[in-house]
Nanobody
Framework: QVHLVESGGGSVQAGGSLRVSCAAS???????MAWFRQAPGKEREGVAK????????YIIDSVKGRFTISEDNTENLVTLQMTNMKPEDTAMYYC????????????????????WGQGIQVTVSS
């Protein structure tokens, strides 16, 4: 079992920056962690993932160059740093994980991630 808790988020004006972090705990070891987001009336979409076993990250094209995903080993945190934010980034952001012995999914599909946080709101005003 992997328990995920998100923190950070909040509101910012367009062009600003925000950070959301995800702390993992529990009896399982997270092999891969990802961030998804869901705007009102829209499907949940994968934004970024990080392979905690082999290394490597993936960011979707629409946020590439603006968002960065990273891991802080000492704090057991995965952070999504968001810069030059746009109103279309407004959404509920969810942390997701896959636990060992499963490996990091090739695609960022919701169904491939077994563990989820409660979500945290990010709002970007124009």
């Amino acid at each position: 079992q992997v328990h995920l808790v998100e923190s950070g988020g909040g509101s910012v004006q367009a062009g600003g920056s925000l950070r959301v972090s995800c702390a993992a705990s529990g009896t399982g070891t997270a092999a891969c962690m990802a961030w998804f987001r869901q705007a009102p009336g829209k499907e949940r979409e994968g934004v970024a993932k990080i392979n905690l076993i082999r290394g490597g990250t993936y960011i979707i094209d629409s946020v590439k160059g603006r968002f960065t995903i990273s891991e802080d080993n000492t704090e057991n945190l995965v952070t999504l740093q968001m810069t030059n934010m746009k109103p279309e980034d407004t959404a509920m952001y969810y942390c997701a994980a896959v636990a060992v012995p499963d490996s990091c999914p090739y695609l960022l599909r919701r169904d491939d991630f077994a563990y989820w946080g409660q979500g945290i709101q990010v709002t970007v005003s124009s």
